[in-house]
């Protein structure tokens, strides 16, 4: 478990600080592991086990406590199932499989079948947002709804900003500080404990572990085309790691059945999206066309 970190002591700090916050989990949860083609998958499941299946995906460098904030709201009316991407800091097997292939279609097929679930909605952020419109292109009989967060694969990567936050980030825990705010851009302060322990957490995953740095496969336009389900997209205008106005324009132009809302103040961390994405998973039919700044 520790070949994606800089030491061994260093993935130990991280899965004590996980184990932490997992402890606090707001709902009743189950801890699951699953056996896939990568290895084995940690998954945490909360609801009602006969509600309807919801599956999120968290960001490259995070884990399933992301979601601790949306977790209680969600898991109100749907099963949810939040998922540690293989390859992540999280409780997954290392294993990184080919992002420009089907292997991680294939492991979310593994994940799905292990969890017994022939059809889901996906919650996705970041690569947890790429990773979801992959599997909807290449498996839309299993997707019921997309709800994605600053989405990889559709606007292009820019790269000047990551590679200044390479730049700054030996310089102790200022550089991990500063690199973190020029690659999640503006955040509201700090307010609650709970909010203060993950900021916490992420700095000490910057500090231990090695994320994946390859470009994300740009999906084609045929391919989002293909894209027939109701989708929630939202984007931050100030996010310095996507496009976020080409990823607007584009999914306005090419997909049937989307909602894409442009938060011009936000950066690549979308906060307070809780409700508009519950009221979302909930709706009966497509989402409305609205691309304007909201």
Aim: proline share 7%; charged share 25%.
């Amino acid at each position: 478990m520790t070949a994606n970190y800089t030491s061994a002591a260093g993935a130990a700090a991280v899965a004590e600080r996980y184990r932490e916050l997992l402890d606090r989990w707001p709902v009743p949860s189950e801890h699951l592991r699953l056996p896939t083609g990568e290895g084995e998958t940690f998954v945490v499941a909360s609801g009602p086990r006969d509600a309807p299946a919801v599956v999120l995906l968290h960001g490259s460098g995070s884990t399933t406590a992301m979601w601790m904030g949306d977790i209680e709201a969600w898991s109100e009316r749907f099963r949810v199932y939040a998922v540690d991407l293989v390859g992540e800091p999280g409780r997954s097997a290392p294993s990184r499989p080919a992002l420009a292939s089907d292997a991680f279609a294939r492991w979310l097929d593994d994940v799905l079948d292990g969890l017994g679930v022939a059809r889901a909605s996906i919650v996705g952020v970041s690569l947890g947002g790429w990773l979801a419109l992959d599997y909807a292109i290449r498996r839309p009989e299993r997707v019921d709804r997309l709800a994605l967060l600053c989405p990889g694969g559709v606007g292009r990567q820019r790269w000047g900003i990551l590679a200044l936050a390479l730049l700054v980030m030996p310089f102790g825990d200022w550089g991990r500080r500063r690199a973190l705010r020029l690659i999640l851009g503006p955040a509201p302060p700090v307010t609650t404990p709970e909010a203060q322990a993950f900021v916490d957490y992420m700095m000490l995953i910057s500090e231990h572990f090695k994320p994946r740095r390859e470009t994300l496969p740009r999906f084609g336009d045929d391919e989002l085309r293909r894209l027939s389900m109701p989708m929630l997209v939202v984007v931050g205008g100030r996010d310095g790691l996507l496009n976020s106005r080409e990823t607007r324009r584009r999914l306005a132009k090419l997909t049937p059945h989307a909602t894409v809302r442009l938060l011009p103040e936000a950066g690549h961390l979308v906060l307070g999206q809780t409700q508009p994405i519950l009221d979302f998973l909930r709706a009966a039919g497509p989402g409305d066309r609205s691309t304007g700044d909201q």
